[in-house]
């Protein structure tokens, strides 16, 4: 098997994606990466070169001595202040990690998008911006960021996106290893560059609280079982991602764990028109409905469902645990 040299930087970042990566589970990461053919030149946590040695290896890809397949970014390009890049200097060097990472982007032969951060400029950029924050190519959902938006890798791919904060290690993993073994294709990714196998499905999809979603019992406190939509900030249907289909750590996932989706899959989650764990409504009607459904549609049916709501529904939706069973109906005697 081929080898393919792959090489992950941090920008403006927390970490939590290369801490995601760290929980793939599928088999050992390492025999993952292995079976892949995937050589991490340097990773801020996997690898044990530092200072000097590794900023020699990014000048050796530079000069054309080391091979670069895979450039993978995590974390907020910074170009503060002023557009210099200097808030993030690469340690060791004389140059900005924004000058780097563009120079290293018309290199390689896939540049990928790891967490929202890099993808579309995440929390980092929330507010003002004062960091002067961006995504690799795009800002927000604005097509350009870093590194423009006519940018592509030596093959021909524009950046491909990674989205969530942080994503699932399948996700980043399984991605990684395709593109090791050429193994994708321009038909496996939606137009914003998100691989479709897991950015096909919205986090609805497979959400444990879906029968009372289908009826709009709707949970009035964090306790409650009830659909966390309508009052809880919850965001399942609008956000891609198969995140209540493959589970997180074994386990779960955040509606599993009765916390609501904050959409962290979609660009500008960070800039949200109310509390995260609230619901933003004009007239007592949530602002953001389903993205798929015309927001009439959505208010006539609502309306039916509720007047259908079975009573274990409605009152199950209000408490903490089951108080009505399913039940089946007699048979006519």
């Known amino acids: 098997m081929k080898t393919t040299n792959a090489l992950w930087l941090q920008c403006g970042a927390c970490g939590g994606c ?44 530079l ?32 140059k900005p990690m924004s000058q780097w990472l563009i120079e290293l982007a018309n290199l390689t032969k896939y540049c990928v998008a790891v967490g929202s951060c890099a993808a579309y400029g995440g929390i980092p950029i929330a507010g003002d911006d004062r960091l002067e924050g961006t995504g690799l190519q795009y800002h927000t959902n604005q097509l350009g960021g870093l590194l423009g938006a006519n940018y592509t890798s030596s093959s021909g791919y ?17 991605t990684l290893s395709c593109l090791a073994m050429d193994d994708m294709r321009p038909t496996d990714f939606d137009p914003e560059g998100r691989p479709l196998a897991y950015f096909g499905h919205l986090a609805h999809h497979g959400c ?19 659909c966390l939509m309508e009052n809880k900030g919850c965001k399942g249907t609008q956000a891609l991602g198969d995140c209540n289909i493959r589970s997180w750590n074994g386990s779960g996932s955040c509606l599993q764990g009765s916390y ?5 899959t979609m660009p500008g989650f960070e800039d949200t028109d109310a509390p995260f764990l609230e619901t933003a409504k004009i007239a007592g009607i949530p602002v953001g409905l389903p993205s798929d459904m015309p927001k009439a549609w959505f208010v006539a049916l609502a309306a039916l469902s ?3 709501t079975p009573v274990r529904v409605r009152e199950n939706a209000h408490n903490a645990t089951i108080v009505h069973q ?8």
């Open 18 to 61: 290369s801490m995601s990566l760290l929980g793939y589970e599928s088999t050992q990461l390492h025999d993952a990466l292995q079976s892949a053919g995937i050589n991490f030149l340097w990773h801020p946590v996997l690898s044990e070169l530092s200072g000097q040695a590794m900023v020699d290896v990014l000048k050796d890809i």
């Open 63 to 94: 000069k054309g001595t080391i091979k670069l397949d895979l450039l993978i970014v995590e974390g907020t390009p910074l170009l503060g202040p002023n557009g210099t890049g200097r808030f993030q200097m690469l340690s060791g060097s004389d």
């Open 158 to 174: 524009p950046v491909i996106n990674i989205p969530g904060c942080a994503p699932h290690p399948d996700w980043i993993v399984e």
């Open 208 to 226: 444990p609280r879906n029968e009372y979603y289908e009826f709009k019992a709707s949970a009035a406190q964090d306790s409650d079982q009830g």
């Open 260 to 264: 609501s989706c904050i959409a962290c």
């Open 306 to 308: 509720k007047s259908a």
């Open 326 to 333: 399913p039940t089946r109906k007699k048979a006519p005697q």
